[in-house]
DNA sequence: ATAACGTATAGCTGTACGGCTATGGATTTG
DNA sequence: CAAATCCATAGCCGTACAGCTATACGTTAT
């Protein structure tokens, strides 16, 4: 049962791979060409990275005449919002807990 | 130069390791027997993870005679949240950054 | 002191994957 | 049509690492 949550990590876990989806957030849609020039890996590498993170969602692929333009899609992040809160509800609730125990024990 | 998200996303990217984490969270502190019983691998597998969470920063241990309690360190996910909303305010600059070019082109 | 228990470490194995080069398919240019 | 350009795919190699068993280390119990 690999969760959603798997591929999100796994693929934003490679220093290369975050690097590329990084450059896309800040300066917005990009070819392979230009993504490639600046990578420090060759240009297949950097597809196979592209179809990565296109698999996982993370980003778009437009095609026009002979060049990919990649661009990303912010909104797959949203799984990963979930899960960071959802953690530190958790935490915030045990520590509530705790405090409800404590004031009882007050009494 | 590998960053500090590095770690943390390499770390949370293993479901095992994952999962102990999530329990951690949601559980509070456990021994890693406990752990190691419901985590589906073996037990030095489950002290390995555990290792690496904490070099993440991700937990923290205590020893209490033979036996060792881990404890999730909720803090350590602060640069995972920095990162998701920094990619976020990149995203929305550059939008505006083309509502104001749009609007200045409808001028 | 010895045995039993809880955890960590060591060492091995298989597999997943990031990097490369070579090549193919598609499109634009000459 | 030929050549060049852009990207994707195929195939290979090396390394990283998650899993295992065996074992060592420290602590509690007998």
Chains 1, 2 share one sequence.
Not at 31 to 50: E, M, N, R
Request: net charge positive; proline share 3%.
């Amino acid at each position: 049962m690999a969760e959603a949550h798997d591929m999100l990590f796994r693929t934003l876990a490679d220093p290369t791979r975050r690097a590329l989806f990084e450059r896309l957030c800040r300066e917005g849609e990009k070819t392979v060409g230009a993504l490639t020039a600046k990578a420090g890996v060759s240009q297949p590498v950097v597809s196979k990275h592209l179809n990565l993170l296109k698999q996982a969602g993370l980003v778009r692929d437009r095609h026009e005449g002979r060049q990919t333009h990649y661009s990303a899609q912010l909104g797959a992040l949203a799984p990963l919002i979930d899960w960071t809160s959802q953690m530190a509800r958790f935490w915030e609730t045990r520590f509530d807990d705790l405090e409800n125990l404590l004031r009882r024990m007050d009494q």
